[in-house]
């Protein structure tokens, strides 16, 4: 079935640091991606949704200069979270659907800032 | 707006106990609503999905939601639980042709022996 890889699962940094996560689909062309975060014992909270080819779009109360995304090609969406800091620990999931099927989420990025 | 409730936050149950968790969501025209399922240390899998049609569907698992209008509910229901559904649940609803979806809160459930 189709599948949606994130990489890496886990990544530790310095505060100030730039931190980038990708988000493949193996199996199927995607041009949209989403991502989420999700805090401990939380539940998923959109951030934005990735176009292919364009700008994403974010959601309200997320920062566009923050949380970098960018959606170079059908496959691969990155976002890079910049100058991190210790509150934007948490957990980053992204997901992605063949046209017509079924969303499918990765595995999610465990990011740790010190 | 779009919003997802999920009343339970935290539920132990016993084997072979029957399961409910309840899903409200706020939105006034068609809805698709789904059920995901995190294994602990997993990735979220879909556990069963409405669109359309028989407001009962049945999931992987043994598990079925209820899909009723007009109190806007689409619970989660399973009759025997095992220790291995020890896991959290998320409701979650979008609007036709999006993808994008919106989560409750979710429910950790935790099944012992």
């Known amino acids: 079935g189709a599948v949606v890889s994130q990489h890496p699962s886990r990544v530790i940094c310095k505060s100030g640091t730039s931190v980038k996560i990708e988000c493949r689909s193996l199996d199927f062309q995607a041009t949209t991606m989403f991502w989420y975060r999700q805090f401990p014992k939380q539940s998923l909270m959109l951030m934005a949704t990735?176009?292919?080819?364009?700008?994403?779009?974010?959601e309200q109360g997320v920062e566009k200069d923050k949380f970098l995304i960018n959606h170079a090609s059908l496959t691969l969406s990155t976002l890079t979270v910049t100058s991190a800091h210790p509150e934007d620990s948490s957990f980053y999931i992204c997901?992605?659907?063949?046209?017509?099927?079924?969303?499918?989420f990765g595995e999610g990025s465990r990011l740790t800032v010190l | 707006a779009q919003s997802v409730s999920q009343h339970n936050h935290h539920v132990i149950l016993s084997e072979a106990a029957s399961l409910e968790l309840g899903c409200n969501y706020s939105y006034g025209g068609t809805v698709n609503l789904f059920w995901y399922v995190q294994y602990p240390g997993q990735h979220l899998q879909l556990l069963l999905k409405?669109?359309?049609?028989?407001?009962l569907v049945k999931g992987i698992k043994g598990f079925e939601a209820e899909f009723i209008k007009s109190k806007f509910s689409f619970n989660l229901r399973k009759p025997s639980v095992q220790w291995s559904d020890t896991a959290e649940y998320f409701c979650?609803?979008?609007?036709?042709?999006?993808?994008?979806?919106?989560f409750g809160t979710g429910t950790r459930l935790q099944v012992f022996p």
């Open positions: 409405y669109f359309s049609g028989d407001p």
């Open positions: 979650a609803v979008n609007a036709p042709y999006t993808d994008k979806l919106i």
């Open positions: 990735s176009n292919e080819g364009s700008k994403a779009t974010y």
């Open positions: 997901s992605a659907a063949p046209i017509g099927g079924e969303l499918f």
